[in-house]
């Protein structure tokens, strides 16, 4: 059986195209958890009455805890063998889970990954997958997959997706990486969650072309509220990362870290110039980012010639630590996204 897990916050507007898009799949033995992590609006209505309508769902109220509590809450409810998880704002296509769960069965794969289409406004658009199709096992994935699986030599861009919601996981690799968890990091829960459990995997299988997974960009990003504490998020985060690596007696992951928090940095970065913020706190916030001592280590050694334009300016900018001048590169990129996607 599969169990997939959807964390509902506050979605009523989207809820119910959600959940009707799980309970579509044309795979049957399945259950479909709701976890209302502490809803304030119509959501946890809505989860008791599909839990009425159709034995298949369960629900789970509690007080909010943020993602990784939902998460966990709901893998410890579930009582599949292979679990999987959506967002409750997002949809799947009819057979995305009959197709990951044949796959895991055929492969004897401890993870099965498929692709993901942003949802604009005004675009949608296919997540770059750069892994081919097929099956990796161990020892593909020690060659060829650990040593560029946080970063490739790029910034903004990831080797393997992070995304769980784009992975069917078998149970027991959740349950033995429980412990990383962390309750306390909400910044990167994907990464944590799916990489982990990846460097545990005898094998996984890549549907690099395959998109059954469509995310919801929503109107309400277009102004956000200030994340003043984004990057040191991030940071606890990457020491996280930082602990799984070594419990887990893996090496070669430092260049990594040090570009996905210079990643990391820069989607916060744009996250706060949408924002509410005044320009004066947001110029501020940067600069204290740009002084960082960590964020400085990841910014040396940086080959300008790896990088795309945009990355480049990006890495020249954080060298010289001109807050204002990033500012308003940033800025501009948010317009140009605004213009094409809608958000």
Request: aromatic share 12%; with cysteine.
């Amino acid at each position: 059986m599969i169990s997939v897990i959807v964390p509902v916050y506050n979605v009523e507007k989207y809820l119910e195209q959600c959940v009707d898009s799980i309970l579509q799949q044309t795979i049957t033995d399945l259950e479909v958890i709701l976890v209302d992590d502490g809803s304030t609006d119509k959501s946890a209505l809505i989860c008791d009455e599909y839990q009425v309508r159709d034995t298949r769902i369960k629900v789970l109220h509690k007080q909010n805890g943020g993602l990784m509590s939902a998460w966990k809450a709901g893998v410890q409810m579930s009582k599949g063998d292979y679990i999987g998880f959506v967002d409750s704002d997002d949809w799947i296509d009819s057979d995305m889970y009959m197709t990951l769960y044949q796959t895991a069965v055929k492969s004897s794969a401890d993870i099965v990954l498929c692709g993901w289409i942003r949802e604009g406004k005004n675009k949608r658009e296919k997540e770059p997958m750069y892994i081919e199709s097929g099956k990796y096992d161990r020892d593909s994935l020690e060659k060829n997959i650990f040593p560029k699986m946080l970063s490739f030599g790029k910034m903004l861009e990831r080797y393997i997706s992070p995304n769980r919601v784009t992975k069917l996981f078998k149970r027991e690799l959740l349950e033995k990486n429980f412990k990383y968890f962390d309750e306390k990091v909400s910044i990167g829960e994907d990464l944590i969650t799916s990489f982990s459990c990846i460097l545990d995997a005898k094998s996984i299988y890549m549907l690099a072309e395959y998109f059954p997974y469509h995310y919801r960009l929503n109107e309400s990003s277009i102004m956000e509220k200030a994340d003043f504490q984004f990057y040191r998020k991030s940071l606890l985060m990457i020491q996280q990362f930082r602990r799984i690596v070594k419990e887990k007696n893996r090496t070669g992951f430092d260049v990594q870290l040090n570009n996905d928090l210079l990643s990391l940095a820069y989607w916060g970065t744009e996250r706060l110039v949408k924002s509410d913020a005044t320009k004066k706190e947001k110029i501020k916030y940067i600069q204290s980012m740009l002084n960082d001592h960590d964020f400085r280590v990841a910014l040396q050694n940086q080959t300008l010639s790896k990088h795309n334009k945009k990355c480049a300016v990006y890495i020249v900018l954080s060298q010289l630590k001109f807050a204002s001048g990033l500012y308003m590169f940033i800025k501009k990129i948010v317009l140009k996204k605004r213009e094409v996607f809608g958000y």
